[in-house]
């Protein structure tokens, strides 16, 4: 049965085999991490990824069963999770980029302020530069995420992991709605719509950001 007793695990992808002796008589494999059911398997090969939302020690729970439903083996397993990022690192990173995350709000806003200064959009005119820059901002918003999703934050950062990746969303929402706005604008379709995704997103952001960042401060963060 992998991972072994004591494993140190890099990431937050937990690989699970388990070794059946008479896998005709098997009904099925239930894994459980620190006491969550996760998964299931009832086909060979017994192999799956579960996934850890922390970092730091885990213990994991490996249950297997006949077709009755009686339990025949039963394996615990503690094991350590370490992500790209995680610990004192996670704190210095995450703080980092809470403050790129807010630069990026007001480049977003920035930017809705020049599009609606230099496009004619009932007449279908999107300045080319701009329309490159904005598709620009949209990645970066999507990296920005992307980046977070990849630490993994101890048991006390979570609540911070969670919502700080709301907050981005939020962000992302707003540039993808600049870009296809204006897209339609050019197609002279229905741009109104994607600019109020972009509002509704923005007026969530106001009222939770400032919330986000007390909490931030509470847990210790230079933000």
């Not at 009832?42 to 069963?65: N, Q, R």
């Not at 480049?107 to 279908?124: D, F, H, T, V, W």
């Not at 934050?153 to 992991?161: F, K, L």
Request: positive net charge.
């Amino acid at each position: 049965m992998t991972p072994k007793e004591g494993s140190v695990i890099s990431g937050k992808n937990i690989p699970i085999e388990a070794q059946v002796k008479n896998p005709d008589k098997l009904g099925k494999i239930e894994v459980y991490l620190d006491k969550k059911k996760k998964g299931t398997l009832t086909d060979a090969p017994f192999k799956m990824e579960i996934v850890s939302d922390t970092g730091g020690s885990h213990e994991l729970l490996i249950s297997i069963y006949d077709k009755s439903g009686a339990i025949i083996e039963q394996f615990v397993r503690n094991i350590e999770v370490k992500g790209q990022v995680s610990g004192a690192a996670y704190a210095e990173e995450i703080t980092k980029r809470i403050i790129e995350a807010g630069n990026v709000h007001q480049q977003i806003s920035g930017y809705a302020n020049r599009a609606n200064s230099e496009c004619r959009y009932k007449a279908g005119y999107v300045p080319a530069g701009l329309m490159a820059e904005l598709q620009d901002l949209y990645k970066r918003t999507s990296d920005l995420k992307s980046v977070v999703e990849q630490l993994l934050p101890d048991r006390e950062m979570v609540e911070i992991h969670s919502k700080f990746l709301e907050m981005l969303e939020l962000l992302r929402v707003r540039a993808e709605a600049l870009v296809r706005g204006c897209q339609a604008a050019q197609a002279r379709g229905d741009y109104t719509t994607e600019f109020q995704k972009g509002g509704t997103a923005l007026n969530r952001f106001k009222v939770e950001w400032p919330n986000f960042l007390n909490l931030s401060r509470q847990k210790g963060l230079a933000v």
